[in-house]
């Protein structure tokens, strides 16, 4: 078996030229530009992600995506404006948006695939509408709908009491939140295996278990960091009222103190504050990368095309997080200026721990099929631009 890893040649100061222009036009237009910009956008990404010599590319045009927009953009103000005058059609507007959203979805993966290609064979997207529907809307509601039972139960049932309500608002928080890993393995395999290259088709072996496995490490991450951060700093803390002068008692009291103790205090504890929230901000960042990494590795580790060709992931979480917290760090010193050598860093970090494992020759299989892809017609009409093709670097 071969291993074909995937690289990006493209490079900050290049894209900070397509970058700036687009913000600039986009501004100019009053936003109208921002179809043509992501098209530039994603056509320098993907023309500059390379597997085995050859490079991926987006082949959507501004217009698609700008009627796609347009069209978004035309519900929202209805929404708005309904909203304030007539509030019962604007609430049922936006019933018809939620209901819609599983449509808007599915329209936006079968374009964004069909818009890109490797090797002049492009992707697809065969998932059903239903399926859309089930995991996108019904299933998601589900325990807010069965809450919204009870509560009514409950009402008609003359119990009125404040703290049977509350409990009851809580559960139905945790059910939703519980019910979240099941969500996504559910949208990966909807995703993935109903995803094809040509007449290759994606498949995956991710388990709705091993996803609550990885929320449990996560959330064990972020319980167990959490305490350990407070109990640092608790420590810090007292030590730095003592150094002022005060006892303890006397600090949460607020006597005992004259007024250069406590102004002395507070002198020393703001750098402690600020540096308390600048750790919880990287700290975040942390299991952000932690819950990215584990995720990505397990999914992309699972999935193959065709039998003929396995994809692997081999991020590191520490790896990942100094990605993360340096372009954090990038972002803040330039006040944005630094984002396009940002995103072209992540994306090349990305594509740079990620493979193609093939059984055989890569050329051999891309030539079966272009041979064999279907006859389907370069376009698909208008675009609803929710997210991007066959992502396969971020």
Known sequence: MNTNHFRFTGSGDEYFKIWIVNILLSILTLGIYSAWATVRNRRYFYGNTWLAEANFEYHATPMQILVGRAVAIGLLVAYTLLSETFPI????????????????????????????????????????????????????????????????????????????????????????????????????????????????????????????????????VSVLGSVLVSVIFGIIGMLVIAGAGMGISDFFSGGGADESQLATLIMVMLPFIFLLYFIIILFGVFTNAYLKTQMRNYVFNHTALDNAIALGSSLTTWGLFKVYATNLLLIMLTMGLATPWVKVRLHRFMLEHTQAHVEGDLGQY???????????GDEMGDAFDLQGGFEVGL
């Open 366 to 376: 891309v030539t079966q099929q272009q041979n064999l892809q279907s006859s389907l």
């Open 89 to 220: 059609i604007g609430f049922g507007l936006l019933l018809l948006i939620m209901l819609a959203a599983p449509w808007l979805i599915w329209r936006s993966m079968q374009f964004g695939a069909r818009m890109s290609s490797y090797r002049n064979v492009r992707f697809s997207f065969h998932g059903g509408l239903g399926d859309a529907y089930r995991y996108f809307l019904w299933i998601p509601l589900f325990p807010i709908a069965l809450g919204a039972l009870v509560t009514l139960g409950l009402y008609l049932a003359d119990i009125h009491s404040s703290t049977v309500y509350i409990n009851v608002m809580i559960v139905t928080g945790i059910a939703t939140y519980l019910i979240i890993p099941y969500l996504q393995s559910l949208a990966k395999r909807y995703h993935l295996n109903y995803s094809q290259y040509g007449q290759g088709k994606f498949v995956t072996s991710v388990t709705t278990g091993q996803f609550y496995v990885i929320y449990l490490k996560w959330l064990g």
